[in-house]
């Protein structure tokens, strides 16, 4: 069955300190990676995706995630976070160039930043 | 850039009632997406439409309906609303053939009372 699994539900990270959110996935078939970022009462903004070539991949507002495909996971990383990273992040997994066919979510990470 | 637009963005409903929501994807886009957040829950998809057909069902139930029109925006219709249909309903749309990615509308935050 196709799922993801983001273990950890709520991580608090000092500002200024580096972050990893991990997220695991299950999937048969080659799949697109997502990461989601989603602020309170807000819509889903893309922070970064992964579908081929280098498995580094770099998003916006300064975080980058890798793709190992042995261990199956696409953890999301940030080198110093700001007070602004505050949200929930979501990890999700979808199909290869499969028309409509959805996205599957992981249940979320909510990250709170401390000063 | 144009985004995807969702309307109403707030809407309170007695329970028993119907209530439509409406999404106008990015232009060009053929596909929409249908998904159902509850408070502190992941999103769940709902339904989903390439081309004006559906594409894909997801845990969506038999009260709710949608369909995608001839300008690619689409209409969730839901009826016998229940107090447990109070959510954040999330439109998405996406390029058949590009990578992939949903691009998500601010949401329609639906209140039942």
């Known amino acids: 069955a196709q799922s993801v699994t983001q273990p950890d539900i709520h991580i608090t990270v000092s500002e200024g300190a580096s972050l990893e959110l991990r997220c695991n996935y299950s999937y048969g078939a080659t799949p697109y990676l997502f990461w989601y970022v989603q602020s309170p009462g807000q819509g889903l903004q893309l922070l970064l995706k992964y579908f081929s070539g280098d498995t580094l991949v770099q998003g916006i507002k300064g975080f980058e995630a890798e793709f190992k495909r042995s261990q199956s996971s696409f953890n999301l990383r940030k080198p110093s976070v700001h007070w602004s990273d505050a949200a929930e992040y979501f990890c999700?997994?979808?199909?290869?160039?499969?028309?409509?066919?959805?996205?599957?979510f992981g249940k979320g990470t909510t990250l709170s930043v401390s000063s | 850039a144009a985004g995807v637009i969702q309307s109403p963005r707030h809407l309170i409903k007695e329970k028993r009632e119907t209530a439509t929501l409406k999404c106008y994807p990015i232009?060009?886009?053929?596909?929409v997406y249908w998904y159902q957040q509850g408070p502190g829950q992941d999103p769940q998809f709902l339904i989903s439409f390439y081309e004006k057909m559906q594409s894909d069902k997801g845990s969506i139930p038999d009260r709710f309906s949608a369909q995608q029109f001839s300008d690619y925006h689409s209409e969730l219709n839901m009826s016998s609303l229940e107090l447990g249909d109070s959510a954040l309903y999330f439109c998405a749309s996406s390029l058949h053939g590009s990578t992939g990615e949903l691009f998500f509308g601010e949401g329609s935050r639906l209140t039942v009372l």
């Open positions: 232009p060009r886009h053929d596909t």
């Open positions: 999700a997994v979808g199909p290869f160039n499969q028309a409509g066919t959805a996205l599957i």
